[in-house]
Nanobody, 123 residues
Framework: VEVVESGGGLAQVGGSLRLSCVASGRTSSTYTMAWFRQTPGKEREFVSG????????DYRDFAMGRFTISRENDKNTIYLQMNDLKPEDTATYYC?????????????????WGQGTQVSVSS
């Protein structure tokens, strides 16, 4: 499975960005997928995840109410709509794919990762 993220960039505080992630290779519509983020010197952390059906989602507290995860299985794509961005959201955002049916917050649950897309929020 190949995973490719896009949509990162520079935003102002309070602004919005939408990240996209395309998974290709095998039938990705059966995969649970998630977004993680990482800043230099810190561990990669879970942001949000969505089950293959789209019916189950999970968000970290910092993402709740500001970020929305969604998917379009016919396009093998998931999205992360990020609103009300804050400087602490600055990070490299990674998309990941797992063959497990439920959303996991653990890095070890994911078998394929993208190269990451940079999000920078300026004050």
């Amino acid at each position: 499975v190949e995973v490719v993220e896009s949509g990162g960039g520079l935003a102002q505080v309070g602004g919005s960005l939408r990240l996209s992630c395309v998974a290709s290779g095998r039938t990705s519509s059966t995969y649970t997928m998630a977004w993680f983020r990482q800043t230099p010197g810190k561990e990669r952390e879970f942001v949000s995840g969505i089950s293959w059906s789209g019916r189950n989602t999970d968000y970290r507290d910092f993402a709740m109410g500001r970020f929305t995860i969604s998917r379009e299985n016919d396009k093998n794509t998931i999205y992360l709509q990020m609103n009300d961005l804050k400087p602490e959201d600055t990070a490299t955002y990674y998309c990941a794919v797992t063959q497990f049916g439920t959303v996991s917050r653990m890095l070890s649950a994911y078998m394929a990762w993208g190269q990451g897309t940079q999000v920078s929020v300026s004050s």
